[in-house]
């Protein structure tokens, strides 16, 4: 039988789709960009007849029509691997649940930990080898596949072809099931605001940065005025190896500055595991031989990314405590985002030969009432969850300095964590490590 005819006889609509969906079951949805639109609305009509369903997700970008159809709260349960916007709303309707994690194992938790009745993603229309390709965002995808009852393709001619790497993409000797989308356009995520805070930060980072580093950049203000302030830089023969591709990334090849030419894995290619920006981005990837989806198990491996030489990886943070502990993803019990691969590439960034991992963020917020509280402190908020721990933390950065924890007895970590705090709290916090014992009488104040 032909590609063609087995499309074909594979082909179904989303509603019949939709119906193999049995109460009780775990139906993993694709990551981010490559939830299923078509399936996902033909749940939503399945009305009062599902009760206590799963649907397992990542990095939402689309609100989920099955899910707020469900009034009673009694037909899906919401599980994400990342919490985002939506999911935290999800949440706080009382059927939202985070997964913990850490991005780099997701691959081993779905083949031995999780099961999956109904595997569902997006992907790109079938090519003449017969493949469907999701590389725009390709994750854990391999260890659903092996593992799920029903591997359900829905088509999106939208979709960018990416290169590998590899698993990027299934071949329909895989495939259970067809369904051809609406065609939809992509979520677009435009590059976060920059305020003169995250310009400072990232100048002190991109003064220690050199030519032929490899860079990874987590998402926000900070990372985007980075990338940015290295595409107008002299830096030369950068590389790319990261989890999350964003425009930035497209702003420092096109200027010249990223070529990946020194690179000693994947030279000359950005390795990336899913993809979120705007359309910029998406056209740049598509059929585009420069950039390469993994699979996360190998683009956020410690063994993996600690090899390249010089890698650079900057990522955001809540709060960071006087021990060097780090919280990037609650705000103290309430989860807002998710460990994702922070912890994987600052562990990563320290193995590297040359490698250098910093945590970016304001030394301020305002509350809700207005008043100014400082990110740096005593310990972290109570509830809060701990992403990085003190052994792991290396630079930690803010508007006011940088601090490099690595080798710092607790008193010497106090006094360069509080020498970076706002000096509105600066008092306060010496007070406090005083009394927790880890500051040193003969400290600089």
């Not at 490899?214 to 030369?236: F, R, T």
């Amino acid at each position: 039988m032909s590609f063609s005819e087995q499309y074909r006889s594979k082909r179904i609509t989303a509603t019949e789709a939709a119906r193999m969906v049995k109460s009780g079951d775990w139906i993993e949805y694709g990551f981010c960009l490559a939830a299923p639109r078509a399936f996902d609305a033909a749940l939503a009509e399945r009305g009062d007849e599902l009760s206590n369903a799963h649907i397992r997700t990542g990095v939402t970008v689309y609100p989920s029509l099955a899910f707020e159809a469900d009034t009673t709260g009694g037909r899906f349960t919401w599980n994400s691997w990342h919490f985002t916007g939506l999911d935290r709303r999800y949440a706080a309707q009382g059927a939202a649940y985070y997964i913990p994690m850490r991005f780099a194992e997701l691959p081993r938790y779905v083949l031995e930990n999780q099961p999956t009745d109904v595997f569902v993603t997006q992907a790109a229309p079938m090519d003449r080898h017969g493949f469907f390709n999701f590389g725009i965002s390709n994750s854990h995808h391999y260890g659903v596949i092996a593992r799920a009852k029903k591997v359900i393709i829905e088509v999106n001619e939208r979709f960018p072809r990416v290169h590998g790497g590899h698993g990027h993409g299934i071949h329909i000797d895989q495939v259970d099931h067809i369904i051809e989308g609406d065609n939809l356009p992509l979520a677009e995520l435009p590059p976060a605001s920059i305020s003169d805070v995250d310009r400072a930060i990232a100048a002190q980072v991109l003064a220690k940065m050199t030519d032929g580093d490899c860079v990874q950049l987590g998402i926000g203000g900070m990372p985007n005025a980075l990338g940015q302030m290295i595409a107008q830089s002299d830096l030369k023969d950068l590389g790319g190896h990261t989890e999350m591709i964003a425009d930035s990334f497209v702003d420092m090849f096109q200027a010249g500055r990223m070529n990946g030419s020194r690179k000693a894995l994947d030279r000359g290619r950005i390795a990336f595991t899913f993809a979120l920006g705007t359309q910029k981005l998406y056209d740049f990837i598509d059929e585009n031989p420069f950039v390469a989806s993994y699979p996360v198990d190998y683009t956020n491996s410690t063994e993996v990314a600690g090899t390249i030489d010089n890698l650079v990886t900057i990522n955001n943070a809540v709060e960071v405590d006087l021990f060097g502990q780090v919280c990037a993803e609650s705000s103290g019990p309430r989860q807002i985002s998710g460990t994702g691969g922070q912890l994987d590439f600052v562990l990563a960034g320290y193995r590297s030969k040359g490698g250098r991992s910093f945590i970016c963020l304001s030394s301020t917020y305002r509350d809700k009432a207005g008043n100014i509280k400082s990110r740096i402190l005593p310990t972290i908020t109570p509830g809060g969850i701990i992403t990085d721990t003190r052994s792991t933390t290396m630079y930690v950065v803010t508007e006011y300095g940088m601090f490099n924890c690595k080798g710092q007895t607790a008193w010497q970590r106090a006094e360069g964590l509080i020498g970076i705090a706002h000096p509105q709290f600066r008092e306060e916090l010496i007070a406090q490590a005083e009394a927790m014992g880890i500051w040193r009488r003969s400290n600089k104040r």
